[in-house]
């Protein structure tokens, strides 16, 4: 059993302001298709494309190398966006975006250091349920490596990074009522 639910959305994202899009100007990477992996990043995506103070944007085009603590080997990390933006002063900001579930978010303590979530034991304590367990521990082990380090990419090169989740997306998208 997977902590992943393999009925994500997914799919080819077409802008209607292809011109900010900055997989399709060859800016950053080439021309690339606008992948969505789940209906929350063809939110963002959306978000982006329609808001007139994104100025450009991308999709899984920012590469960033990091060493995993599971296996102390170099990995790279794709970030899901990046844009450019007027924020509300009329400064320009650079951001780099990952969309995900809030469950693989890691939270941590005020050393930094990741609170994992507690293995029910009044439970039945079945083979399934402790895999399932160390597959939620190591999503966020890994979330945490690749974040830690697209944070420092981040400061080095002048940009913002933030995580965002199904939370904030809704404050963004809020659907037609009937």
């Known amino acids: 059993m997977s902590i992943f639910n393999n009925n994500y959305l997914k799919g080819q994202f077409v802008p209607k302001h292809p011109e900010k899009c900055l997989n399709y100007n060859n800016k950053i990477g080439g021309a690339k298709p606008i992948t969505f992996r789940s209906s929350w990043e063809k939110i963002f995506a959306n978000w982006c494309?329609?808001?007139?103070n994104i100025l450009e944007w991308g999709s899984e085009i920012i590469e960033i190398?990091?060493?995993s603590c599971e296996?102390?080997?170099?990995?790279?990390?794709?970030?899901?966006f990046v844009f450019t933006c007027k924020?509300?002063?009329g400064r320009?900001?650079?951001?780099?975006?990952?969309?995900k579930p809030k469950s693989q978010i890691p939270q941590l303590n005020e050393n930094g250091q990741i609170i994992f979530p507690e293995l029910n034991k009044k439970k039945k304590l079945t083979n399934k349920r402790i895999e399932s367990w160390q597959e939620v521990c190591n999503v966020l082990k890994k979330n945490h490596d690749k974040w830690q380090q697209a944070r420092e990419w981040?400061?080095?090169?002048?940009?913002?990074f933030k995580v965002v989740s199904?939370?904030?997306?809704g404050l963004v998208y809020q659907p037609k009522r009937k």
């Open 87 to 89: 924020n509300r002063q």
């Open 49 to 52: 494309d329609l808001n007139e």
């Open 166 to 169: 199904e939370e904030e997306l």
């Open 92 to 99: 320009i900001e650079k951001w780099l975006i990952e969309v």
């Open 71 to 80: 296996d102390g080997k170099q990995h790279r990390y794709i970030t899901d």
């Open 65 to 67: 190398p990091y060493i």
């Open 154 to 160: 981040a400061r080095k090169f002048g940009y913002k």
